[in-house]
Structures are given as C-alpha cells and as structure tokens.
C-alpha cells in the first residue's frame, strides 16, 4: 500500500473525453496518476488530441479554439502496471488494470463506499464501444468484467452513461459474449 498526496487525478485511460480536463487539476496541484500504457499515449501530444476532437465534431482550428481553449495533456506523474493500492488517510483506492476496451484501461474502486469507477470498462444503457479491439480484446475484456462483478459494489460510475448498479457488469459480459459468438 502506498500514501499518496490528498489530492490527486486518476485517468482511467488516454482517450481524449478521459484526459483533456488534467490541466486544471494540475494547476490545482493534483498529482496524476494513470497505467504505463497512458503515458506512452500522451507523451509529445502536440496538439493531436485536439485536432482528433475538432476533425470528429467538423469544427475548423478557429472553432475548436473557442470551445476547447488551450488544451495540454502531460503524461501522469504516476504510472502503474499491475493492480495497485493506495492509501489516503488511511482510506483504501484500489487500482485495477482491466484491458479490453483498451490495453491501458483501469477501473477505480472504493471498498467503503463499495463504489466503482469503471472508466470505459462499464458503459450503462448502451452498447459497449467495441471498435477499438476485436475478439482477443474482447475475450480479455470479459475476464476482467467477471473479476470486477466478485467485488462489493453498490454503485459504478460508468465512464459513459448514469450511476448504474452492479447488473450492468452482468449486461457487458453479455453483450461481448454475444458479439464474440457472433464473430
């Protein structure tokens, strides 16, 4: 287990709705902490992240600057390969490394409040994003959802979606399981 400042951001993976927010918890003096996988992604961004965004919604340099402002992706200042603990204060964070929707994925968990933090591992309401990985991901991504469902969890923050209840886990295996048959 390892103390860790009070303050602190934990990306659940690089995609760009997961990341672009950093800077101002940054300035806020949080330390960041992600997988290994996610600071490879970000390093020597460039401004890739906001061209992505800007081509995908259509938008020209000039509107993506309105909306988006001055968008700055540093790579964490704490990465993790395996499963980690935290503590702060004496309360316990779990990391987990859940690959499968991508290889640099964690899901956040929080015993005493029994409350995951899925990230893009649990969607609620809506198919799972499915076009990042393709079968063997998928495979991965299933044992992963069934170690997360063996956990005490009341609420799970999905990386899209409302507050779901645990069944929502039950739902995704379903669903890539199907897609897997399908195949």
């Avoid at 806020?28 to 401004?47: M, P, S, T, Y």
């Avoid at 991965?140 to 209840?165: F, Q, T, Y």
Wanted: with cysteine; charged share 30%.
């Amino acid at each position: 287990m390892k103390d860790i400042e009070k303050t602190c951001l934990i990306l659940t993976h690089h995609h760009s709705d997961h990341v672009f927010g950093m800077r101002i918890f940054r300035a806020k003096g949080a330390q960041v902490i992600a997988h290994i996988g996610v600071a490879e992604e970000l390093r020597g961004d460039k401004g890739y992240y906001k061209k992505f965004i800007a081509d995908r919604m259509g938008w020209d340099s000039k509107k993506a600057d309105q909306i988006l402002g001055h968008v700055i992706i540093y790579p964490p200042d704490k990465k993790i390969e395996q499963d980690t603990v935290l503590n702060i204060d004496g309360d316990e964070i779990h990391l987990l490394v859940t690959p499968g929707y991508v290889p640099d994925e964690i899901s956040v968990y929080h015993p005493s409040s029994k409350t995951l933090f899925a990230g893009d591992t649990v969607y609620e309401g809506s198919p799972l994003a499915t076009q990042f990985g393709g079968p063997e991901a998928w495979k991965i991504w299933i044992e992963h959802l069934e170690r997360l469902r063996k956990l005490d969890i009341i609420n799970i923050v999905p990386g899209h979606g409302k507050i779901c209840s645990k069944s929502e886990i039950d739902r995704s295996i379903s669903f890539l399981k199907e897609k897997l048959k399908n195949k």
